[in-house]
C-alpha cells in the first residue's frame, strides 16, 4: 500500500515531465493573436498544420490585439497576428516590431435585433447606422478591450461624431465570440468580424443589419518582436511561421477555410504568397 | 427549459463518445491537478505538523500567515506567478509560462497554504503531552513528528481532500499562467469557459459534468480510505 502511493507521483511526473519534453522550450514559438482569429477556428487549423513536422512547438495565445502589441512591446511574444492598424504601425516605428505584413482580410458587420428598433437596416455606411444606434438610445456592446476590432469600433464613432448614451454601452472587456454571447442575450447592436458571426450564426438570433461600408474592412497582419530588441525572442521559430503563413499551403488553407461547413469564405488572402 | 435539458442531452452524449479532445482535457486536468496535489502534501503536512509543535518568537504571525493563505485568490496568484515566470520577470529561466509546469506552480502555491493549515490545526488536537512524551522516550524529532501524524490521519487526509478540490477547481490562475492554449494547456475548467463563451452549450455542460464526475471519484477513493482508517481506528 505505501509503495503505490510514491509510485502515485513519481508516474504524474514522469508524464508531466514527458510532455514538457515534446514542448522543448527551444523548439516553442509564441504566437500572440486575436480572439476572432481563434473563434473562427483558423488559428486552430494553421496551427496543426505548422506543427504537423513536429520542428516547432507552437505556443498559440488569443488576446485582444491592443493586449498582443502590450505582449510584444514587452518581449513576451515572439509574433504577432494582429489586425489594429494604426497601433501596429506605431508599435513599428517604435522599433517593437519589424517585416509588418498585411496578408488577410475580412469585414466587420453590424449586428442588431431582428426587429432593428434604430431602423439601421438599408443604411449603407457604418457612421450613419451608429447616428442612428445613438438616436434611438439602444443597447450597443462594445469589446471595451483595445482590440482591433474595438479600435475600429471607436473610429467609426469619431466619424459618426457621436456617442451613444452611457447606461446603452456597455463594455463586454472580451473576446469576440464572448462579446457576441452577450450582445445577442441582451438583444443589442454590435460591431463583429463576419467570420465569427457566420461560425456562431446558428446559435444567436442577431441579423446583420448593416454591412459593405469600406470603413468596415478588416485587414490582418504578421509581425515579427524584434529580437535585438528582446534576445529571449525565438526568431527563427517565429520566422518559421512567418513564412509557413506566407507560403501557397497556408494561403490555400484560409482560402478553403470555412467553405464546407458555413458555405462561405470567411477570410480573404491578398499576399503574393511564394 | 428545453434549451437546458438539450444541452445536458448533447453533453453526456459527446463524454459517451468518447471524443478525444474531451478525453486530453480531462487527463490533462487530473495530472496536473495531482501532481500539484503530492507537492503541496509533501510540502503541507510536514510544515503545518511543525510550525503546531513548534515553539518559537513570532509563532502567532506564522499562524496568520498561513490562514491568511488559506484564503488567498487564486487568480491574484496566478498574476503573480504570471510576472514571476514572464520573459521579464525572476524566474524567466525556467519557461514554464504558458506550459503545464507553470500551472502546476501555481496550483502548489495555491493548495499548500489549505494543507498547511488543516495539517496544523489538526496537530494541534493533539495533546502536547502526547509529543513531548514520544520524544522522552527516545525519538528523533522527525520521528515524533511521524508519529503524531500518524495519530491524526484522518484529518490529515481531509486536509489533502480539500487541497485537490481548492485545485481541481480552480480557473483563473491556470488561465493566466497556461493561456488555454489547445492539447497544451487546455484543462477542463478554462476549456468550459471558453465554449460557454462561445456558445458551444453542449460542449461545456459535458465538461463540466466530466469535472464534477471526476471530482467526485476522486473524493469518494479519498473518503473510502478515511472512513476505513477510522473504522480501523475505532475497532481498536
Known sequence: MKNIRWMFPVISAALIFGCQAKNGPQNAVRLVTTTSVRDTGLLDVLSDAFQKDGKYTLKAVAVGSGQAMQLGKTGEADILWVHSPDDEKQFVEEGYGTDRTTFMYNDFVILGPAQDPAKVKGVKKAADAFKKIAAAKAPFISRGDKSGTHKKELRIWDAAKVKPAADKYIEAGQGMAATLTLADEKNAYALVDRSTYLSMKSKIGLVIVSEGDDALLNRYSLILVNPAKFPKVNAAGARAFFDFVLSKPAKEMVEKFGQDKYGKQLFFYDYAAK | MEF?????????????????????????????????????????????????????????????????????????????????????????????????????????????????????????????????????????????????????????????????????????????????????????????????????????????????????????????????????????
Open chain 2, 4 to 236: 437546458i435539458v438539450s444541452g445536458f442531452q448533447k453533453g453526456i452524449a459527446l463524454i459517451f463518445s468518447g471524443n478525444a479532445e474531451v478525453y486530453a482535457i480531462a487527463r490533462l486536468s487530473l495530472l496536473v491537478s495531482m501532481f500539484a496535489t503530492v507537492i503541496s502534501v509533501l510540502i503541507g503536512v510536514p510544515l503545518g505538523a511543525l510550525i503546531a509543535v513548534k515553539k518559537f518568537p513570532s509563532k502567532k504571525i506564522v499562524i496568520s500567515l498561513v490562514n491568511t493563505g488559506m484564503g488567498l485568490p487564486p487568480v491574484v496568484v496566478g498574476l503573480l506567478v504570471m510576472l514571476f515566470l514572464s520573459r521579464s520577470g525572476p524566474l524567466s529561466f525556467l519557461e514554464w509560462l504558458y506550459t503545464p509546469m507553470g500551472m502546476v506552480l501555481a496550483q502548489v502555491i495555491i493548495a499548500t497554504p489549505v494543507i498547511t493549515g488543516l495539517s496544523m490545526s489538526a496537530m494541534q488536537s493533539i495533546d502536547p503531552k502526547f509529543y513531548r512524551q514520544i520524544l522522552t522516550l527516545g525519538a528523533g524529532e522527525w520521528q515524533a513528528l511521524a508519529v503524531c501524524l500518524k495519530e491524526i490521519k484522518l484529518s490529515v487526509l481531509a486536509a489533502v481532500i480539500a487541497g485537490f478540490g481548492s485545485v481541481i477547481s480552480e480557473v483563473g490562475a491556470v488561465m493566466i499562467v497556461g493561456g488555454n492554449i489547445r492539447s497544451q494547456t487546455r484543462v477542463l475548467t478554462t476549456a468550459t469557459v471558453l465554449q460557454t463563451q462561445m456558445g458551444n452549450y453542449d460542449m461545456a455542460i459535458a465538461l463540466g459534468l466530466i469535472l464534477i464526475g471526476l471530482t467526485f471519484i476522486i473524493n469518494l477513493a479519498l473518503t473510502f480510505i478515511q472512513q476505513q482508517k477510522a473504522q480501523a481506528y475505532n475497532a481498536k
